[in-house]
């Protein structure tokens, strides 16, 4: 296999210390890979005044790819430079408007669960999520005074292309997992969600063989729930999905368990994705070595599905995950009582020993 770059960003909080388990994890499938670590968030404010330095954009320039820790420190919060800010400068600039969000049970972490066993055993469906557009990036975004009272505005913008290429990436997803596909919307109340439903419902003709159905937003969390094992792979805009993963992600046990995989264009002979786990920064317990690595180690199996198109490797990652968790290997999140408890490191090793017991 020839050698591809990516780049390692770690982040903030418990960024590095789950970056560097994914990151052991994917060098132990794929020995090959050329890798090159940069900063970006807080740690690049702190070091170069931006979260977003000029370093690291010309390295993700070069890449195929990007492992992506967390961003997020507390002092920032409020000032006029945040980490966040680096997060959305490159889904913009890269168009990664497709953000893939597995949510799996694996077997034996029912019990973690937020909901009855007998409710979520087996689940696996796909969380999809537009990723570029909506209220994050729709302008105006200002605060201003009207009329002298304080007044925010942000603006909640989708073009009909937008929505139609979304769509069809859940159609298509949709087609070689189980057939149904569920969109999300708000069209009882919002202008976008008409325009949503109806480009989806264009978008329909053309996968005759998927069995489509709409979900208003709130019905949506709701159904979450109650019954989430009747989703295959459910369709939302950007805020939706923003909400909705994360609450899916709570079925599995753990928000530290979902990974996710946010793609482009082609670049560099590769479809270019930044994967990432969703947990965040959790600057709280960063520098613990307590931080649930399953995630990030996740998100490196989809870097190999999607950008190294090496669905063997991945399989291989999720399988030594899954074989880990079956031996009774836990971090404390997921862990019921009286289970013994493994550090970050320690549950990593527990993978690599299965990876090359595997391999």
């Known amino acids: 296999m020839s050698k591809s770059l990516i780049a390692v960003l770690p982040g903030d909080g ?18 090959d890979l050329a890798h090159e670590t940069a900063l970006v968030g807080g740690a690049a404010i702190d070091a170069t005044g931006t979260p977003y330095p000029p370093e690291t954009q010309a390295l993700l320039r070069r890449s195929v790819a990007v492992l992506f820790g967390a ?37 034996g972490l029912e019990g973690a669960s937020s909901l009855r066993p007998e409710l979520i055993t087996g689940l696996d469906f796909v969380v999809l999520r537009e990723l570029t557009s909506g209220l994050y990036f729709g302008e105006p975004k200002h605060t201003i ?33 189980r057939g149904r596909l569920t969109s999300v919307d708000k069209q009882n109340v919002l202008e976008s969600g008409r325009l949503w439903r109806r480009i989806v419902n264009e978008v329909a003709r053309e996968f005759p063989d998927v069995q489509l159905d709409h979900l208003l937003v ?17 369709l939302t805009e950007n805020t939706f999905g ?19 995989a946010s793609l482009g264009a082609t670049q560099n002979g590769a479809t270019f994705g930044m994967y990432e786990p969703i947990s965040g920064s959790a600057p ?76």
């Open 284 to 359: 709280d317990i960063a520098g613990r070595g307590i931080a649930n690595p399953i995630a990030a180690i996740l998100s490196a199996a989809l870097l190999c599905r999607y950008s190294l198109d090496d669905e063997a490797s991945a399989q291989r990652i999720e399988a030594a995950v899954a074989a880990a968790l079956a031996g009774g290997a836990r971090t404390a999140d997921i862990a019921m009582p009286g289970e013994p408890v493994l550090t970050t490191d320690g549950f990593t090793a527990r993978v690599l020993e299965k990876v090359a017991s595997a391999g």
């Open 145 to 177: 005074f009207e009329q002298g009272v304080e007044t925010a505005i942000d603006t909640l913008v989708y073009r009909a292309p937008e929505i139609e290429r979304i769509a069809r990436c859940g159609f298509e997803l949709a087609r070689r997992r």
């Open 14 to 31: 418990i960024g590095p210390e789950i970056i560097s388990a994914a990151l052991s994890v994917l060098l132990k499938v794929r020995p």
């Open 71 to 107: 961003v997020g420190v507390p002092k920032y919060d409020g000032k006029p430079v945040r980490p966040e800010q680096a997060l959305l400068a490159i889904r913009k600039e890269f168009d990664l408007f497709a953000n893939v969000r597995p949510v799996a049970v694996f077997a």
């Open 242 to 260: 923003d909400i909705l993963s994360d609450e899916a992600a709570m079925l599995t046990g753990s928000i530290g368990n979902l990974p996710s």
């Open 218 to 234: 709130d019905n949506a969390a709701m159904q979450l729930v109650k019954d989430p094992r009747r989703f295959d792979v459910l």
